[in-house]
C-alpha cells in the first residue's frame, strides 16, 4: 500500500477567483484512505485525477459530466506538497481563490489544524520508462532515477525575469518542511504588457498586486520579491499541483523547461497511461 494522509480537522479560507473575479468560499475536510482529493460542487463530485483534467488557459482545469473547477493548481500543490493524499475539497465557486498568488496561506491552514497518517508505505510510484512532452522549444520530461528531483526553467523577454533555472531535491521524508519554506511562498507574476490582452480575453478579473507580482521591462512594479527567482519557483509549484493529478510523484528527475499547465498536465496523463515516450511528442 501507498503511504497516505489526510488533515485532522477541516479548515475554510475565501477569496475572490483570478480568473472569474467571483468571490468564493473553500472547505477542505479530511477524507478515508484511498479517497483521493476530490472537489463537491454542491452534489457535483470532481476528482484530482489525470482522468478529468482538460486543456485551459492560464490555469488547470478539472471537468466531468458538465461540472467544472478552475485554477486547482495551488491547493493541489499544497496538499501534496504537505503529504495530504486524501482530501474533500467544497466550493460555491467554479473557481478556487487566488488568495496571494501563492500556496503559502493553504499551506499555513493545513499545518494549523495538522495532518494524519492513514497508511504506511512507499511515498512515490515507480517510472519504468522516460516520458516527455514537447511542444515548439518547450517541454517537460520525467527521467526514472534513484531519489526525486526536479529541475525548472524559464526564459521571458524582460530584463527582471530573463532566463532563470531552478533545481530542487528534497528529501521524501522532509518533502512538507522543504516545500512549505522554498517553493509555497512563490508567488504567480506576469508582464506588464500582457495584461490588457488577458483581460480582453475575459481573463484575470480577479487579478491584482495583492495576488501577482507584475514585471515592467527591467523592474517589478511590487517589489520586493520574496525570492531572487521566485517566476520559477512557482512554475515549479505549479508544476507540483498539475503532476498531483497522479495522486503520488514518480520517482524521477522532472525537467521542464518554458511548460505550461498543459504540458504538466499532459505528462501526468502520460504517466498514469505508461505510454512510450515516442508516442508521446507534440508539435
Not at 500500500?1 to 479560507?13: G, R, W
Not at 518533502?175 to 512549505?180: E, Q, S
Request: contains cysteine; charged residues 15%; proline residues 6%.
Amino acid at each position: 500500500m501507498l503511504y497516505q494522509q489526510t488533515i485532522a480537522s477541516p479548515f475554510s479560507l475565501s477569496g475572490v477567483g483570478l480568473h472569474s473575479g467571483e468571490a468564493v468560499t473553500v472547505t477542505v475536510s479530511p477524507a478515508p484512505i484511498d479517497a483521493g482529493r476530490y472537489f463537491m460542487i454542491g452534489d457535483q463530485k470532481i476528482p484530482a485525477s489525470t482522468n478529468v483534467v482538460t486543456a485551459s488557459q492560464l490555469s488547470t482545469e478539472l471537468r466531468q459530466n458538465g461540472a467544472g473547477v478552475r485554477t486547482v493548481e495551488h491547493l493541489l500543490s499544497a496538499l501534496f506538497g504537505m503529504g495530504v493524499h486524501n482530501a474533500c475539497i467544497e466550493l460555491d465557486r467554479p473557481e478556487l481563490p487566488i488568495l496571494d498568488g501563492s500556496a503559502l496561506p493553504w499551506v499555513e491552514a493545513i499545518a494549523q489544524v495538522g495532518i494524519e497518517l492513514q497508511a504506511e508505505g512507499d511515498r512515490l510510484i515507480a517510472l519504468p520508462q522516460p516520458l516527455t512532452i514537447a511542444k515548439g522549444d518547450s517541454f517537460v520530461t520525467a527521467i526514472p532515477a534513484d531519489h526525486l528531483r526536479f529541475t525548472y526553467g524559464i526564459e521571458f523577454p524582460s530584463q527582471a525575469i530573463g532566463e532563470q533555472w531552478f533545481s530542487w531535491s528534497p528529501k521524501v521524508e522532509d518533502f512538507a518542511a522543504a516545500f512549505a519554506q522554498d517553493i509555497a511562498p512563490a508567488r504567480t507574476f506576469t508582464l506588464a504588457a500582457y495584461i490588457d490582452q488577458m483581460r480582453a480575453a475575459g481573463l484575470i478579473k480577479g487579478g491584482s498586486l495583492e495576488n501577482a507580482i507584475v514585471c515592467d521591462g527591467d523592474r517589478w512594479v511590487n517589489p520586493p520579491l520574496r525570492f531572487d527567482n521566485e517566476p520559477c519557483r512557482h512554475k515549479l509549484l505549479d508544476l507540483i499541483g498539475d503532476l498531483s493529478l497522479l495522486g503520488f510523484l514518480p520517482r524521477a528527475h522532472i525537467v521542464a523547461y518554458k511548460a505550461s499547465h498543459n504540458l504538466h498536465a499532459e505528462l501526468a496523463v502520460a504517466i498514469a497511461n505508461g505510454t512510450k515516450a515516442s508516442q508521446l511528442l507534440t508539435q
